[in-house]
């Protein structure tokens, strides 16, 4: 899961939902891109592609302790993809040009407006965040309805022919496919690993995970309002993560040196801007988690998946590492970061040797021993 950028694994997560619900705002605030943002739909017609940093305050700390000559943090990629409408998966508006690019990511950052504004049209008439979504998962289920029905029609008639595999598969495909006709999204199936391991090449989009973003107004900070709460109750519903923020805050957020970000936040109510709770929730969602290696040439984030072990984790760095790893030294962060040195950690014991089968946590610092 996931692509190298530059070295980095990074999480990919495209930005959906309505025209003018305020995903290219946010797009600009947290990717600091210029993803053009009018007010007219369709303003973005290719997605735009922002890679962020990922801020992380131990990932600071440790740099802070070994003073490397380069400090690298892993990256998340967001992509803003333009405003679908209903009727969106026959094509009306930009439809399947945008539905085709949402293939590319792992995750979907729905963003859905929270804010009553009149200078700002909405595209169905009045604010209703429920109706937006279901909207948005209509269009998606009725694009992956034709996906699985061509699928379908083709397996049908290979399994009445006697093909085996046919055969097995399409008691699955009658599950989905009922479930696409009946405005289900995919994610919501109760799918087994195994089951989505066996749907993956129809790359549906429903059946990826979906992070919430209600869009309030900077009056309706930090709870989110109403509006918001309804979007909170839709996302419990479906085990997602939810997510507030707000776009004309995180604008304005950008250009303002960091002490006056830090008094304007709290000014608000908030400990942090809402990137860092976009990431934290967007690692969630996919299960993902860091680990660090640190020494005087480099400090580095390392993203991978909650539950790898040590090989395959060493592997994220080089193919090399996995091929002919022996034995992992792992430090906690906390205990590195509060005794102020690995020859401390060890004296106090705390320092550890792992072998293949030690599942990776998160924070750990990590030093990969390995065969060439």
């Known amino acids: 899961m996931g692509l190298f950028y530059k070295g980095l694994m ?31 739909p369709f303003c973005t017609i290719d997605p735009n592609k922002g890679i962020v940093t990922v801020p992380d305050p131990r990932l600071d700390a440790l740099s802070a302790l070994y003073h490397p000559e380069k400090t690298t943090p892993t990256a998340v990629e967001f992509y803003d993809i ?28 729905h963003v859905v407006r929270c804010f009553e504004d009149s200078d700002i049209v909405h595209v169905d008439g009045g604010v209703d965040p429920l109706r937006d979504i279901e909207v948005i998962d209509t269009e998606l289920c009725l694009k992956d309805l034709d996906t699985m029905s061509a699928r379908f029609v083709k397996t049908d008639k290979l399994a009445r022919s006697g093909d085996k595999e046919s055969r097995e ?17 995919l994610r919501n199936m109760g799918l087994n690993e195994e089951e989505k391991k066996a749907l993956r090449d129809l790359a549906f989009l429903t059946i990826k995970p979906v992070l919430y973003g209600a869009n309030v107004a900077e009056s309706d900070l930090p709870e989110g309002g109403a ?8 996302a419990a519903k479906e085990g997602a993560q939810h997510v507030v923020i707000s776009g004309k805050v995180e604008s304005e957020l950008i250009d303002l040196p960091e002490a006056e970000q830090e008094e304007f936040l ?18 969630k969602l996919l299960q993902l988690i860091t680990y660090f290696t640190a020494g005087e040439k480099e400090v ?52 550890r040797i792992e072998g293949k089968d030690y599942v990776v946590a998160d924070g750990d610092v990590m030093l990969f021993r390995f065969n060439v």
């Open 266 to 283: 709290k000014a608000l109510g908030l400990e942090e801007p809402g990137l860092h709770a976009l990431i934290r929730a967007g690692y």
């Open 169 to 185: 598969i399409m008691p699955l495909y009658e599950r989905v496919k009922k479930a696409l006709e009946d405005g289900t999204p």
């Open 82 to 109: 333009a405003g679908l409408v209903k009727g969106a998966s026959e094509g009306q508006g930009l439809g399947n040009q945008f539905l085709g690019h949402i293939k590319e990511v792992e995750a979907i950052l």
């Open 300 to 351: 580095r984030a390392w993203t991978i998946q909650r539950g790898t072990k040590a090989p395959q984790a060493a592997g994220v760095i080089h193919s090399d590492f996995e091929r002919g790893f022996i034995r992992a030294e792992v430090m906690n962060t906390g205990d590195l970061i509060q005794l102020g040195s690995s020859s401390a950690v060890k004296e106090k014991g705390l320092l």
């Open 10 to 40: 990074t999480l990919k997560i495209g930005i959906v939902g309505l025209p003018n619900v305020g995903k290219s705002t946010i797009f600009n605030a947290l990717a600091k891109a210029k993803a053009p943002a009018s007010n007219y």
């Open 227 to 234: 509006l918001a709460g309804k979007v909170k109750e839709w």
